[in-house]
């Protein structure tokens, strides 16, 4: 299975609500592919929520808007807590 990302980011750049898609044959609650998604996820990422799209749906090319932020921090010790 093939799955397709809305973007990506640079190493050491994090996105929030990264959007994602893939196409499957099963049937599953919405829930049931979040738990067993996040199942095998790394403890830095998680799924917060899946729902069936249309099939003409892609996550990168049907994205309407693209948000970015930016911190800049200008201190002489960088913050332990957003590392």
Do not use: C, K
């Not at 994602?20 to 998604?37: E, I, L, M, S, Y």
């Not at 996820?41 to 799209?53: G, K, T, Y």
């Amino acid at each position: 299975m093939r799955v397709a990302a809305a973007g990506r980011t640079d190493r050491g750049v994090h996105a929030t609500s990264q959007i994602a898609h893939f196409d499957v044959d099963a049937t599953r609650p919405n829930t049931a592919w979040v738990r067993g998604v996040n199942a095998f996820l790394p403890a830095s990422m998680a799924v917060l929520w899946a729902r069936p799209v249309p099939e003409a749906f892609h996550a990168r090319f049907s994205a309407r808007a693209r948000h970015y932020t930016y911190l800049l921090l200008n201190r002489p010790v960088r913050p332990a807590l957003f590392a």
